[in-house]
């Protein structure tokens, strides 16, 4: 497939499942699946639009908007919004792709969508976000609906920005529907929302853990490194430790806070909500770095990951952006001990460092690694997501147990579908683990194949 040098994120994305379909006994089996991967990876629409809004000087301001509306076998487009100076066509095609089969493996009906605009909130009133949605939305309200596209919030976009966003689309449809998710609790939000996607992936590396062990271990215990300080990485840190697990690390763009001591106590879960409290001011974590208690427990590494600078690791989690653990990163968190890798980022890793990872999937060794892709372990999110359009079409508001109990439940499906994927489909040396990366890959794309055959979309 011909993909163009100015989208290196999209084809990154691309190979990754290519190439992992083409070891894979697939397209020896179905060849003419090779069909359905040639359609699938070209987006069924794209949107863009300029966004012209009014700053708080009076001043003209323009920025890009986009909606890559890529695949809806499976159901309405659905997928995140992105405010962040770094996003193009190439970011949002490759976390649109990645979106199919991430959304194929929570079992609901979505298809898969990604948008957002070169927007940067940092920095700006309240009125001049409030300002920008307005204009956004007057734009992506013709091309969105309830039974159509299902944005989401995603970096740069919480729930200020998606209540500002619902209210544009309201005033312009004269029509409350849900057509985004992520709204507040009191006007059709989903409670677990803000914690699905740590949560999730918690539960995912929970499942993991039980079976390399034969159910002899869980993550109490455990050392667990993670990156990131936003969303996904606050509720997976609370997560870990309300399961007796160890965090040791956080991050943000700027630097990583890691604990000085590795085998004594970790972040505290006072500290991880004072961390949150920093990131809804969008300020940086290096605040903390000569405030007790932070001084004495923890050292601040400037401009750098936690990932070399650990000494023990058990669990890794990537929680911050794409790309965050290279090579290098991978052979230093091995080196470290670790056991367990999984994703709350989407495609947190590197080819390489993917490569590195499995690699060292043998359990007849002490230095086995398990690693899982995001399209598995960070679903959580997408997947209450869904579950809040099913709570909106029906008009009802279910219990938080009832909605933690069903996020369980997709995880544990999810974790179960990419290991009997793998099993069938890779061969696997004996005394290895199977591959998720390579189940989950598989399991996805089957999935939204068959759906594009029966629809007639490849033939």
């Not at 949150?276 to 004495?296: G, W």
């Not at 007849?364 to 997947?383: E, I, Q, S």
Request: neutral net charge; aromatic residues 10%.
């Amino acid at each position: 497939m011909a993909v163009l040098p100015s989208e290196p994120e999209f084809e990154q994305a691309y190979k990754e499942l290519a190439v992992t379909l083409e070891n894979s006994t697939l397209f020896q089996k179905y060849p003419q699946y090779r069909k359905a991967l040639r359609i699938a990876a070209i987006p069924e629409r794209v949107v863009q639009f300029r966004v012209v809004w009014e700053d708080d000087k009076g001043e003209l301001q323009v920025n890009r908007g986009y909606r890559v509306q890529f695949n809806s076998a499976l159901g309405p487009y659905k997928g995140g919004l992105r405010f962040h100076p770094s996003v193009n066509l190439s970011i949002l095609k490759f976390l649109g792709f990645e979106q199919i089969f991430k959304n194929a493996l929570t079992g609901l009906n979505l298809g898969g969508g990604k948008g957002g605009a070169d927007f940067d909130p940092k920095g700006k009133s309240d009125n001049e976000i409030r300002k920008f949605c307005v204009a956004f939305m007057t734009e992506l309200a013709r091309h969105i609906g309830p039974d159509t596209d299902v944005p989401a919030g995603d970096i740069g976009v919480s729930g200020r920005e998606i209540g500002y966003l619902f209210g544009q689309y309201k005033k312009i449809r004269n029509q409350w529907e849900g057509v985004l998710t992520g709204k507040g609790n009191s006007w059709g939000g989903s409670l677990i929302r803000p914690e699905a996607t740590g949560y999730g992936l918690i539960y995912y590396v929970q499942k993991m853990i039980e079976y390399a062990t034969n159910g002899k271990e869980t993550i109490a215990g455990k050392r667990v490194a993670i990156s990131g300080s936003g969303n996904v990485a606050q509720y997976a840190a609370l997560k870990t430790i309300q399961l007796g697990g160890k965090v040791i690390s956080m991050s943000d763009s700027k630097g990583a806070l890691v604990v000085r001591d590795v085998d004594g106590e970790g972040f505290t879960p006072q500290e991880i909500e004072e961390i949150a409290a920093l990131k809804v001011e969008r300020q940086q974590i290096s605040i903390l770095a000569n405030k007790e208690p932070y001084a004495t427990k923890y050292k601040y590494i400037e401009n750098a990951r936690p990932w070399t600078h650990l000494p023990k690791v058990d669990v890794a989690l990537p929680c911050a952006t794409q790309n965050e653990v290279s090579g290098d990163d991978a052979r230093a968190l091995i080196a470290a001990g670790t056991r367990y890798v999984a994703e709350g980022s989407n495609m947190g890793s590197t080819q390489e460092a993917i490569d590195v990872f499995e690699s060292h999937r043998e359990t007849n060794t002490a230095n086995f690694v398990w690693y899982a892709p995001g399209k598995a372990a960070n679903l959580g999110g997408v997947a209450v997501s869904g579950l809040e359009m099913a709570q909106n079409s029906s008009r009802e508001s279910w219990t938080s147990e009832k909605v933690d109990q069903r996020l369980h439940q997709i995880m544990e499906n999810c974790f179960n579908l990419g290991l009997k994927t793998a099993k069938e489909y890779v061969k696997t040396p004996e005394g290895a683990l199977p591959s998720l990366l390579a189940g989950s890959n598989i399991a996805g794309f089957i999935k939204v194949a068959e759906a594009m055959h029966d629809q007639g979309d490849w033939w």
